[in-house]
C-alpha cells in the first residue's frame, strides 16, 4: 500500500512481517526522490502484565510471569524467581538450587536456538534471502535431499530442550521448579540418564549446525557484512570473571570499538544505568544506556551482543569457536547483524556443553532445595534470555503483595537495532524505486529474524488476530489507524 | 541418515513416547480470559475418566516440536479458542498443508500435519475442535460464563465421540460438524 502524504513524503506499509513471532508492521517513509526517509518497525506489547501481578503474593509471580509469554514462559519464569530470592533475602543458592534452574535454563536456551535457527533461518540460507517464496520453508528444507536431515534434527533438538524443562520446572505449561530462594525438586537418577543417553547426538548436531552457519557466512561475509549493520554499543551480564553466563551476571556494556561502558553492575543497580525512552509511534519503549543518552546510548542484546561483551566462555568446544568467530572483528566486536545466527550456534553448542557438565554434577541428586535470608522489600532479576537480556523488577509491601513491577524484555532491549537494520535493508532496496517488490519484503524479513524477535501477543485464538495500521505523517502525527480483524 | 521414526527406540532416552491412536491437543493463553479455552478442557479431561488409547497433552501455543507427537499417534484432535463462529463450538476435519509462512511458536495444525508427514512419513488424521470465547484482551485466568457454557457443549461432544471410537477409525471420517445444539447423535460418518 502507498499513501501520499504531506511535504512529498510517501508512506509505504508492509504487514504482517512473517516467520516472526506474533505481529509486527513496517511503515517506510519515502522522501521526494523515492528513497527510504525513514523506517520504523512496529510491535505490539502488551504492557498490561505489570499492573496483573499487582496484589498478588510475591512468592505466585514466577508461576503467574508465564502467562505473560507462551514463547519463553521459562524465561520469565527464572527471572522472576531470580527477583524473588532477593525478596526472600537468599542472596547465595544452594547448589542443587543454583544447578537445576540453571539446566532449566540452558534446556530453554537450547530448544529456543534451535528452534530459530534450524526452522527459521535455514531457509534463507540454504536456498537464498531471494530464493522463490515456496522454497523459503522449513519443509521445503525436510523435502530436499541434500538437507533432508535438518529439519528432523531441529525438532529433535527442541524436543530434548524442551524435556530438560519439564524434568526441572515440573511440567512444560505452568512450571513450578523455581520457587523464591531455590527450586521445588532436584533431577532423579533415571531422568539424569534418559538425558545424557542423547547427549552425545545433540552435541554432534550442535557441531553440525553450527559449522554450517560459520561456513556459509564465511563464503558470503562480501555481501553479508553490510547487510542490516550497524556500528553499535553490545549489552549483556557476564560472570565475575568475564565469562559469558546466561543465568547470573553483572552488566557490562561495550561500544562499538571495544571499549567498556558500564562493567560490573549487579542486577540491584540496574535502573542507575538503564533508562527507557517513550517514542510516540511505538507500542515499544526505546531502552538506552544512562551515561551516553538516549541518542546514542542504544545497544544490541542477544547472543552477538553475549559473544562480544564476554572475555571467554567456559566450555572448551564454545570458547574454541568463539576465538574463530572474534577473527571477524578483526580484534574489535563484531557488529555483523547476520553474524547473530553464527553466535547464536556457538550459544547452541555451549550450552549442550554445560547441559553434559551440569547432568554429571552429583549436586543436581542433592536434597538441600531452598534457602532464605533476611527479607527485603524489593527484588531485581537479571538473565540472559536466547534473545537477550531480561529484566524483572518487583516491589512488595508487608503483607508479601506485589505492589509495583517493571519488566523489560529482550525484544526491547533490541527494539532500535532492528529499526536501523529495517532502514538500511530498505534503503538499499528500494533506492529510487517506489515499490515493494519480493526481494525487498524477504530482505526486511531476514534482517529482522537475525534479531530472533519475540513479538507475540500471546493471544492467538483463531479468527482474532488484529493487524494494527497506523499513518503517521512526516511529523509524527497520527492521520490514519485501521484494525484488521 | 537419521532413522526419522526409530529415534526413540533406544530403551531409556529422555525423548522416547508411547505410541498411542488418538492425540488431544488443547492450546491457548491462560491467562488471556477464554484464550484459555483449549487447556481448561484438556484439564477437565485429565480429571475425568481414562481414556483408552488417547494422549492428553495442552500448551500455549502449537510449536514445532509438536509434529513428533503428532506422529506417534493415529488421529490428533486440536482444540481452540474461536472467535469466528457464532455456534457454542465447531468441529471438522484438517488437512496436511505446507503453508509457506509460519510462526515457529505459533504454528497451525495444518502446518503440523504436513510436518509430521514430510518429516516424520506419517500420515495422521487431523480434527479441529473450535470452542467459541469472547473475552480475549486483558490478563485474566478465568473463562467467560458464555465460553465455559461453551465448553461443557465441547467437550460432552468429544466425549461422545471418543466413546464411539469413530474419530480413531480409519476407514471411515466425521464430517464437519456445526451445530447450536450440540446432539452426539447428530455425528456422523
Known amino acids: ?485 | 541418515m537419521i532413522d526419522r521414526q526409530g529415534f526413540d527406540k533406544a530403551k531409556g532416552s529422555c525423548i522416547q513416547e508411547r505410541s498411542e491412536r488418538c492425540l488431544i491437543f488443547g492450546y491457548g493463553n491462560p491467562a488471556r480470559g477464554d484464550d484459555g479455552l483449549g487447556p481448561a478442557l484438556i484439564s477437565q479431561m485429565e480429571k475425568g475418566p481414562e481414556l483408552q488409547g488417547v494422549t492428553l497433552d495442552s500448551n500455549y501455543q502449537l510449536t514445532v516440536e509438536d509434529s513428533w507427537s503428532i506422529a506417534r499417534h493415529d488421529v490428533v484432535i486440536f482444540v481452540d479458542a474461536d472467535t469466528s463462529t457464532d455456534l457454542p463450538f465447531y468441529f471438522k476435519r484438517v488437512e496436511p498443508t505446507s503453508e509457506i509462512s509460519f510462526s515457529s511458536h505459533s504454528v497451525k495444525a495444518e502446518v503440523l500435519l504436513g510436518m509430521a508427514e514430510s518429516l516424520f512419513g506419517k500420515t495422521v488424521r487431523g480434527y479441529f475442535l473450535g470452542v467459541r470465547g469472547y473475552q480475549f484482551d486483558m490478563f485474566k485466568e478465568d473463562l467467560s460464563p458464555e465460553a465455559s457454557a461453551n465448553l461443557e457443549k465441547a467437550k460432552d461432544f468429544l466425549y461422545s465421540v471418543l466413546k464411539s471410537d469413530k474419530a480413531l477409525k480409519f476407514d471411515g471420517d466425521l464430517r464437519d460438524y456445526a451445530t447450536t445444539k450440540p446432539n452426539p447423535k447428530e455425528v456422523k460418518i
Request: include cysteine; proline fraction near 5%.
Open chain 1, 1 to 485: 500500500m502507498t499513501t501520499s502524504l504531506q511535504q512529498g513524503l510517501k508512506r509505504v506499509t508492509i504487514e504482517p512481517v512473517t516467520r516472526v513471532e506474533g505481529h509486527g508492521k513496517v511503515s517506510l517513509l519515502l522522501d521526494e526522490n523515492n528513497n527510504v526517509k525513514q523506517a520504523r518497525l512496529h510491535i505490539v506489547e502488551f504492557r498490561g502484565f505489570e499492573r496483573f501481578v499487582q496484589g498478588r503474593p510475591y512468592w505466585e509471580v514466577p508461576v503467574l510471569v508465564q502467562r505473560l509469554c507462551g514463547i519463553c514462559p521459562v524465561s520469565h519464569h527464572l527471572c522472576a524467581a531470580k527477583a524473588m530470592d532477593m525478596i526472600v533475602g537468599a542472596d547465595k543458592l544452594t547448589p542443587t538450587g543454583e544447578k537445576m534452574r540453571r539446566l532449566m535454563h540452558y534446556g530453554q536456551t537450547l530448544q529456543s536456538h534451535a528452534l530459530h535457527f534450524f526452522h527459521l533461518v535455514s531457509p534463507d540460507l540454504l536456498f537464498g534471502f531471494e530464493s522463490p517464496v515456496e522454497k523459503r520453508h522449513v519443509i521445503a528444507v525436510a523435502t530436499d535431499p541434500r538437507f533432508a536431515d535438518l529439519a528432523v534434527q531441529g525438532v529433535m533438538m527442541r524436543k530434548y530442550g524442551q524435556e530438560l524443562i519439564k524434568a526441572t520446572a515440573g511440567k512444560k505449561i505452568h512450571g513450578t521448579g523455581a520457587i523464591p530462594g531455590g527450586i521445588n525438586k532436584n533431577l532423579t537418577i533415571e531422568e539424569r540418564d534418559g538425558f545424557l543417553k542423547d547427549l552425545d547426538q545433540m552435541m554432534t548436531w550442535a557441531e553440525s549446525a553450527l559449522k554450517l552457519c560459520k561456513d556459509y557466512t564465511s563464503e558470503h561475509l562480501e555481501e553479508l557484512a553490510d547487510f542490516g549493520s550497524f556500528p553499535s554499543n553490545h549489552l549483556s551480564i557476564v560472570r565475575e570473571d568475564g565469562a559469558m553466563d546466561l543465568y547470573n551476571g553483572n552488566l557490562r556494556a561495550i561500544d562499538a570499538d571495544g571499549n567498556k561502558i558500564i562493567d560490573g553492575v549487579e542486577p540491584k543497580d540496574y535502573a542507575k544505568v538503564i533508562q527507557e525512552e517513550v517514542r510516540s509511534w511505538s507500542y515499544m519503549k526505546f531502552p538506552f544506556l544512562t551515561k551516553i543518552g538516549p541518542k546514542d546510548g542504544w545497544y544490541r542484546v542477544g547472543p552477538l551482543a553475549r559473544v562480544n561483551t564476554c572475555d571467554f566462555i567456559d566450555t572448551p568446544k564454545a570458547e574454541a569457536e568463539r576465538k574463530e568467530f572474534m577473527e571477524l572483528g578483526g580484534g574489535k566486536p563484531v557488529n555483523v547483524t547476520m553474524a547473530y545466527h553464527w553466535a547464536r550456534m556457538i550459544e547452541t553448542l555451549h550450552s549442550v556443553e554445560k547441559i553434559k557438565e551440569l547432568l554429571h554434577d552429583k549436586d543436581l541428586q542433592g536434597e538441600e532445595l531452598t534457602t532464605k535470608g533476611e527479607r527485603r522489600e524489593e527484588g531485581m532479576g537479571i538473565l540472559e534470555a536466547p534473545r537477550g537480556t531480561l529484566f524483572h523488577h518487583y516491589k512488595v509491601n508487608e503483607d508479601d503483595q506485589v505492589v509495583m513491577a517493571n519488566l523489560i524484555v529482550s525484544t526491547t532491549n533490541n527494539n532500535e537495532p532492528m529499526n536501523r537494520a529495517v532502514q538500511k535493508v530498505a534503503a538499499q532496496k528500494i533506492n529510487g524505486k517506489p515499490e515493494i517488490t519480493d526481494p525487498l519484503l524477504n530482505n526486511i524479513e531476514v534482517a529482522i529474524r537475525a534479531y530472533d524477535p519475540c513479538l507475540s501477543c500471546a493471544t492467538h485464538a483463531m479468527g482474532r488476530m488484529p493487524l494494527i495500521v497506523e499513518l503517521f505523517d512526516s511529523n509524527g502525527d497520527l492521520m490514519e489507524r485501521k484494525v484488521k480483524q
